[in-house]
């Protein structure tokens, strides 16, 4: 019925769709979310409801492209909050009101229309001005090819080559942090790698045979003459373009192995991109004819450069340049067609705006804008968020309504930082903690999760603030501020870790308890079967005697004496916990001798004294290389080395073998053996 209704209001003006449930709707979206303007979306709904049907739309990023209208009879807070957060465009309640749905719609569609022409205009602009600017690096690049008698298509065959090998590069590995941006400048760059050939002599240049010992050291000079043309450009300083191509120029001809000129780089020292032009250069010198030599095969090219024929490079390049070099051939051949295809129609930004002029301020737009500022206020006041916005230039801290009625603030507070009410809520050393943080972002990450005491109405409370610094366009960019929001940190939160740490940890000595221990050990188990790793067992000699002398308060302080010493004499990721009673388990990784770090740690507790009392241990060790990597077996055979140094005299570590096998399953109740003092094992 309410589909129809729909229908009925809109349907003389645009083509309907119908789904009766959300499955139905995403199904619809898959097939032809492309010629959707806008989806008008219930709540309730069988199969999937509207909540599921936006989270869909979120995973898949089409809610930035479909524009989402909420019509529903579910008008409490909490849902109206959601859908916004959601990132639906508007909310209409049933029952219907024919008017405010066609006008809704209208708008929304009509928004989204001018936005996705916007878009379009400003990508062609750009497009179009970066299009003229690599036009005159590869006219200055050709010049440079022209004069050292090469075809000229060299720039064009190291730009492609460069841009393949990146991509892969960022496909294969985190490494060197490459987003589109920094590929994209260094395939503009690396047209210039060449530049510092302009000022080498012709004869040197362009000779037909093989360069003399003093002829190839002037050709060196070339990386030098670059980099130096580059030092000398007016905007050497604020230009990342001219960095780049200045690290490209200078050390093309570096190697990995550290053998290339002119500086002797080695390794990660050679900037990402001038190693990746150089593997480039490299494998276009070999496939294309010079004056010193024919065209060598692809094939051939390719070995040669995987054998080192051609000077040492990264490894990981090699292995990129192997997964490639079937479609290395076409690539080159295509390395203008890709130039030709990506040219567009030229438009100008100011002839759109004087065709659409209705994208001007009208009254209505500013009655949305403030429909919108009101709908902003409402929701920060509903979810009981601090919220603020700061800038730097003026120094400024917007809040919202309800965080500044909170706090006891105006909404707009000037020069934060030195301001008496704010110090009163915040102190001056975690005001400025939060300043660094948010200073410390960049572009690429600029999000900041900061905890800090505050006091509010005389009560300190631990506060997060959650906040996204903001940053100019400028390059390079500058810091501008920051928006973002603080809560509370509740004390059930508090407690609930609280609560964690007490269901995971011996209470008496803060160790981990024995499940917790095994839980972690087990996983370390599965998710390292090849590395080497070692159970070790140990409890107290004569422990019986702490409590029946000094009393069990005296025997509490005796086991956690210890565990501080363990805790002291173990590495960060080793695992400790407290078995039981006076029992106890030490769970670690080691790479070479295992006998020198048993030793060590069995001496740094064995020995010590708690007041009066003297520290033994009788400690079994069992190891995943002699008895495998299941947890109840590594127990058990440290289980039984413990028992064959209790049956020894005690004091002593041993390390489990093959004649302990059936040690305690020869045990009589009434011997006992080391467990007669465990009297407090559960």
Same mark, same amino acid.
């Given at each position: ?74 008008t409490a807070p909490a849902h109206v909050e959601r859908a916004y957060n959601l990132g639906v465009t508007d909310f209409i309640t049933r029952p219907f009101n024919a008017l405010v749905v066609h006008r809704r719609v209208v708008n929304t569609t009509l928004l989204y229309a001018k936005q996705k ?58 490494? &060197? ?74 050390w093309h001809h570096e190697r990995w192995d550290g053998r290339g000129y002119p500086d002797g780089l080695k390794g990660d020292d050679i900037p990402i991109s001038a190693q990746i032009v150089a593997l480039a250069d490299v494998y276009d010198a070999l496939t294309s004819p010079r004056v010193y030599k024919p065209a060598f095969p692809h094939e051939k090219a390719v070995a040669m450069i995987l054998n080192g024929e051609c000077g040492c490079f990264n490894p990981l390049l090699l292995e990129i340049l192997q997964e490639a070099a079937a479609q290395l051939p076409e ?58 916005? &700061? ?158 002398? &000094? ?38 990784? &080691? ?92």
């Open positions: 019925m309410n589909r129809s209704i729909l229908a009925d209001m809109l349907g003389e003006e645009y083509e309907i769709l119908e789904a009766e449930n959300g499955v139905e709707a995403v199904s619809a979206l898959q097939k032809c979310r492309m010629e959707i303007d806008l989806v008008l979306l219930d709540i309730v709904m069988p199969e999937m409801d509207g909540f599921e049907v936006l989270t869909v739309m979120n995973r898949n990023n089409w809610i930035e492209d479909v524009p989402v209208i909420m019509i529903s009879a579910e022409k916007l878009v379009s205009m400003v990508a062609d602009q750009i497009y179009e001005k970066e299009r003229q600017n690599t036009l005159m690096i590869d006219i200055l690049s050709h010049i440079v090819e022209f004069r050292n008698g090469e075809s000229g298509q060299h720039v064009l065959h190291i730009r492609t080559l460069t841009e393949l090998f990146l991509q892969r590069l960022a496909l294969k590995t985190d490494r &060197y942090q490459l987003t589109p941006v920094d590929i994209n400048l260094i395939c503009i760059a690396s047209a210039l790698h060449d530049v510092g050939k302009i000022g080498i002599a012709s004869e040197v240049l362009n000779k037909p045979g093989r360069l003399t010992n003093e002829e190839f050291a002037i050709m060196k000079t070339h990386t030098t003459i670059g980099s130096d043309m580059m030092d000398a450009a007016p905007v050497h300083g604020s230009e990342p373009l001219i960095r780049v191509a200045r690290d490209i120029c200078r690539h080159m051949q295509g390395s203008g067609d890709h130039a030709r295809a990506a040219q567009m129609e030229m438009r100008s930004v100011a002839q759109e705006m004087h065709h659409y002029e209705e994208l001007s301020a009208s009254e209505r737009t500013l009655q949305l804008l403030e429909h919108e500022r009101m709908k902003y206020s409402f929701f920060a006041a509903m979810s009981q968020e601090i919220q603020f916005e &700061y800038t730097v230039n003026p120094p400024i801290v917007t809040l919202n309504t309800w965080g500044a009625n909170r706090l006891g603030l105006k909404e707009t507070v000037m020069d934060p930082l030195h301001n008496a009410k704010v110090e009163a809520i915040m102190n001056p050393g975690s005001l400025e903690g939060l300043i660094k943080a948010l200073r410390s972002t960049t572009p690429a990450q600029p999000i900041v999760k900061y905890e800090c005491k505050t006091l509010h109405e005389g009560e300190e409370r631990w506060c997060r603030i959650i906040a996204r610094a903001t940053w100019s366009a400028d390059e390079p960019p500058q810091y501008t501020g920051a928006i973002g929001k603080a809560v509370d940190i509740h004390d059930s939160q508090m407690k609930l870790a609280a609560l964690e740490r007490l269901a995971s940890h011996d209470t008496l000595t803060g160790l981990l308890n024995h499940a917790s221990a095994k839980k972690e050990i087990v996983h370390r188990l599965e998710c390292n079967p090849d590395r080497q790793f070692a159970m070790v067992i140990f409890d107290l000699d004569y422990f019986k005697n702490a409590n029946n002398t &000094y009393g069990h308060i005296f025997g509490d302080n005796v086991l956690k004496f210890l565990a501080d010493r363990l805790q002291e004499s173990i590495r960060g990721g080793d695992i400790a916990a407290r078995v039981g009673g006076d029992e106890f388990l030490l769970f670690l990784e &080691y790479g070479g001798e295992l006998e020198p770090v048993v030793s060590r740690i069995y001496h740094a507790i064995s020995g010590s004294r708690f007041e009066e009392f003297p520290i033994s241990l009788s400690m079994g060790v069992a190891r995943t290389d002699a008895v495998g990597t299941d947890y109840e077996t590594l127990f058990h055979a440290a289980d039984q080395a413990l028992y064959k140094v209790k049956r020894s005299g005690r004091g002593a570590f041993a390390f489990y073998d093959e004649s302990m096998v059936n040690m305690l399953s020869v045990i009589s109740p009434i011997d006992g053996g080391h467990h007669e003092e465990g009297e407090n094992k559960q």
